[in-house]
């Protein structure tokens, strides 16, 4: 059987989920990362050198790394529904995964961090309005591109609206200003009809 390890608030494991409950995975979940630990074991340093959540081990085969995860049990599990088999619409999902990944997410974590799980008093005022004046500039690309589409690939849900979404979720219940952006707001109304979306990442309020 599948076994995930990560706690259940995290963004990174949250897609892993997100995935499995999508395809009717089976699997068994350890807590392990912030206050459960077992992320800094040595055993848990054996599977993944990193020491982050998620890591999975399904049948001796162990693999670290959300998106990794996601499109390894997309592949596995639902090629060519949500890992699509024609080569240029699973590029297509590729490219928001890496776009969540490498762009928007390293704009959107402080401003997160810093509101969400840091005290007030000790939170960096400054670097959350600078996050936020760059996260708020990278989501305007996302408002224009979700212009007539459903998902993030079009009419389809595939793998790439997995980390999209996860980050839209936050980005839209932070309690923080941002411009109206009805194009993001109707595409996470259209992901809150997944059951597998609301079970997993639609979780409020944001810990």
């Keep these: 059987m599948l076994k995930i390890w990560g706690r259940v608030n995290s963004s990174n494991v949250q897609k ?45 085969f162990v693999l670290w790394e959300s998106h990794a995860i996601v499109r390894y049990l997309a592949r596995k599990h639902s090629f060519g529904t949500l890992c699509p088999s024609e080569p240029r619409a699973c590029a297509d ?17 402080p401003v997160f961090w810093n509101l969400i799980r840091v005290e007030a008093a000790k939170r960096d005022n400054q670097l959350v309005h600078d996050a936020m004046a760059k996260a708020t500039a990278i989501m305007t690309r996302l408002e224009s591109h979700m212009a007539g589409r459903r ?31 009805p194009n993001v707001e109707a595409y996470y109304r259209q992901l809150q009809t997944r059951p597998a979306f609301k079970r997993w990442v639609d979780i409020l309020p944001l810990t």
């Design 93 to 109: 999902a590729d490219r928001w995964m890496d776009w969540m990944g490498a762009t928007l997410w390293p704009a959107l974590q």
């Design 16 to 60: 892993v989920l997100w995935c499995c409950a999508e395809v009717g995975l089976e699997y068994e979940r350890i807590d392990a990362g912030l206050q459960f630990g077992v992320n800094n074991t040595p055993e848990y340093l054996a599977l993944n050198p990193n020491g982050l959540v998620p890591t999975i081990n399904e049948d001796g």
């Design 151 to 181: 998902y993030i690939t079009g009419e389809t849900f595939t793998m790439g609206d997995i980390p999209v979404g996860v980050a839209v979720q936050r980005w839209l219940n932070l309690p923080i200003a941002r411009p109206p952006q």
